[in-house]
């Protein structure tokens, strides 16, 4: 367990004290409470995380990071209504904080409510440029409903923030390969295979796009690499071998 707020039995007006004068000097304490609530909600303990987070709630109902986290809780625990009641209560008390915006569209998402979650993924972003997995997920419902060309452009200027995230670069390339742009999608692989040398996927998808272009001598390197870093894998194997035939 993570542990509450303060320890058992403590008097509540000196810790409330000692809360306040924290507060004052830059919410030490409180960012150091929000933190444990999200290590707790990393390692999949939502009960240590609820106890955080609702105590922070009862201390002060007006801090939007503790109804974010307390909804993700409810996310976690699949109360998808439970959870969005508290992201929207988040933006209530302040409407462009981008992990509520951000957190929100995913549960609307879950709902169906697609309109919606795009809205509110394109005010986080704009809030918060960095959150790259804001711009992800708004790419996948673009490709999902075959808007292709705003997804590209969406996700053109994803790069131009984040231009290290890997997620990107290969949700580019693939949307490029579904565009017919072959050549494009390559160069985006190929980008992402030097960013992290390390990722099977990557190379597996530059070897495929190698061999979707005809090109299965070039794809035989990057398919090796791919089946060195997932030993295990039988589509890496298969690709593989398909190159090498």
Do not use: C
């Amino acid at each position: 367990r993570w542990g509450i707020l303060w320890p058992a039995g403590s008097d509540w007006r000196f810790v409330w004290s000692d809360w306040m004068q924290n507060r004052q000097n830059g919410g030490g304490m409180l960012r150091e409470q929000i933190q444990l609530g999200i290590a707790a909600l990393k390692q999949g303990d939502t009960t240590s995380a609820r106890d955080i987070f609702t105590t922070l709630l009862e201390i002060n109902p007006s801090l939007p990071a503790a109804h974010v986290g307390l909804g993700r809780v409810f996310a976690a625990e699949g109360d998808t209504y439970k959870a969005l009641e508290h992201f929207q209560e988040a933006l209530a008390i302040k409407p462009d904080f981008a992990p509520a915006l951000l957190f929100s569209a995913e549960v609307r998402e879950k709902l169906g409510e697609v309109d919606d979650a795009l809205g509110e993924y394109e005010e986080a972003v704009a809030q918060d440029p960095s959150l790259g997995r804001g711009y992800l997920r708004m790419a996948r419902l673009m490709m999902n409903e075959g808007r292709l060309p705003e997804a590209l452009e969406l996700l053109r200027e994803a790069l131009l923030h984040n231009p290290h995230d890997v997620s990107l670069r290969l949700i580019l390339a693939s949307v490029l390969d579904r565009a017919g742009q072959g050549a494009a999608a390559i160069a985006e692989y190929s980008r992402a295979v030097d960013i992290k040398p390390d990722l099977w996927l990557a190379h597996y998808q530059l070897g495929r796009a190698q061999m979707r272009a005809g090109d299965n001598a070039a794809a035989i390197g990057p398919l090796s690499q791919a089946a060195r870093l997932a030993p295990d894998n039988p589509a890496v194997r298969q690709a593989l071998g398909a190159a090498q035939a």
